[in-house]
């Protein structure tokens, strides 16, 4: 595995066509699985997590190619309803094809996925709206073993409006008898991605996007050509680079409504923003200004994955500013990374606060995550001289190229 070079102090210049988003495209992956026939899926990113996706639909029975950037499931031959830990491992999220798995084979047995490095990733909520809907399911020796011979459509309550849980709920409702109604469902866009994937599969699924989703169960299925939603957190991570680098940057493909809290935090820390059409442009000074706390929530608020890279970009601002992270416990492993650029970051608890410094060393740096991994890149080019990035295989997982995409934009990063 490779590292990434990073010459820092050039401003960023230039227009880049934003990726489909990994997290749209890994719970449609898994709902490919409903439907005993073929699903195109357009503007797939080609990822790790995508790779690890396919070799899970591939022990399954399923069929993948790829013919451009269309990923194609043929899923008529599924034959299997196990997840070896293998490959569960290699992918946390893997969770998601317990709904869709069930859904089709009326079974499931995968095991359970261990904490990360965002901290404990429990699946309580996953668990109890799959039991709600009539499944059965054995939990003892690190393996989730689950029988649902009928799976019925009810009214059912998510005590927090977890994306996954979310995602599992519908998947599972698709094989229900009659309809579920799901409530305090998380509001995602890639749910909402999610349920027009299904509706062009022949499911009826409404709601998707607001905390409340009806599935009508049990509906022949047919073939589904879909395009895969861009990825806002990438879209993100390109504004916070251009915001920390300085420079003129349009995105391309993006839906701008999906990036507002993240374009309202940069533009108050003195960027200048356009959005429309498909697009956004975003003019830096390189030199921010500390804004007002950024707090985390679920959407619509400020997305836990966007809280890194904006804290990347405003290190080398004027004045303080407060994070206050409130999904994950454990997601500031990047800051001591951060601090060998010279950095002044504190972290106490769920709470950081980053004083903005006049000026950041590159230094060598390790990435701890994938959004704290592409966090180091942001910072990096705004620092004087090279950083050098290790472990960049967190990045790849949700990248499909940063480092392409940087020099697009003319800043100086190779991988060697
Ligand atoms: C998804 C995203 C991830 C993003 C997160 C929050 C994918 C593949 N991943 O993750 O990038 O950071 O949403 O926007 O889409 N929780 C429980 N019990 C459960 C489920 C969740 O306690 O059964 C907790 C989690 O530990 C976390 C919070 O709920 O603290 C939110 O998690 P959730 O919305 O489920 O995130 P994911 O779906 O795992």
């Known amino acids: 595995m490779g590292e990434f070079y990073i010459e820092g102090g050039r401003p960023l210049d230039g227009s880049l ?8 495209v890994l719970p449609i992956l898994a709902a490919t699985i409903l439907h005993r026939g073929t699903s195109v899926l357009k503007n797939c990113p080609r990822l790790r997590d995508v790779e690890a996706s396919t070799e899970i639909l591939r022990h399954l029975g399923c069929r993948c190619r790829w013919e451009g950037d269309a990923l194609v499931v043929d899923a008529a031959g599924v034959d299997r309803w196990d997840v070896p830990d293998r490959l569960m491992r290699s992918m946390r999220s893997s969770v998601i094809f317990l709904g869709a798995i069930l859904s089709r084979c009326g079974r499931a047995e995968l095991s359970m996925p261990g904490g990360c490095e965002l901290g404990p990733r429990p699946i309580d909520l996953h668990l109890a709206a799959l039991r709600r809907l009539g499944a059965v399911i054995d939990e003892g020796g690190g393996r989730l073993r689950c029988e649902a011979p009928e799976l019925v459509g009810r009214e059912l309550t998510l005590s927090m409006p977890s994306v996954g849980a979310t995602e599992n709920s519908i998947l599972a409702a698709c094989g229900c008898e009659g309809t579920t109604v799901i409530l305090n469902a998380a509001r995602e866009p890639e749910i909402a991605d999610l349920q027009r994937f299904l509706n062009a599969m022949g499911q009826r699924v409404r709601g998707a996007g607001t905390s409340t989703v009806t599935v009508e169960g049990r509906r022949p299925t047919r073939d589904a050509v879909h395009t ?7 879209a993100a991570t390109y504004l916070a680079a251009a915001a920390a680098a300085g420079g003129d940057v349009e995105l391309q493909g993006v839906d701008y409504r999906h990036l507002s809290t993240v374009t309202a935090a940069l533009h108050e820390a003195g960027c200048q923003i356009h959005s429309g059409g498909d697009s956004i442009r975003i003019r830096s000074q390189g030199r921010l200004r500390g804004i007002r706390p950024v707090r985390t929530a679920p959407y619509p608020g400020f997305p836990t994955d966007a809280q890194a890279v904006l804290m990347a970009a405003l290190l080398r601002s004027r004045g303080v500013t407060v994070f206050v992270e409130n999904i994950f416990d454990s997601r500031y492993r990047h800051v001591d990374e951060l601090t060998r650029m010279g950095a002044d970051i504190r972290v106490e608890g769920r709470v950081a606060v980053v004083c903005g410094v006049d000026r950041l060393q590159g230094a060598e740096m390790a990435c701890t995550d994938l959004r ?30 940063l480092a392409r995409d940087l020099r697009l934009l003319g800043a100086q990063v190779e991988e060697r």
Do not use: C, F
Not at 17 to 24: L, M, P
Not at 388 to 397: E, N, V
């Open 17 to 24: 066509r934003v990726q489909g988003a990994k997290n749209s």
């Open 228 to 234: 895969v939603m861009p990825d806002r957190i990438v």
């Open 372 to 401: 704290g991994g592409a966090a180091l890149a942001v910072a990096a080019l705004s620092a004087e001289g090279e950083s050098r990035l290790t472990a960049i295989h967190h990045i790849k997982r949700g990248y499909e190229d």
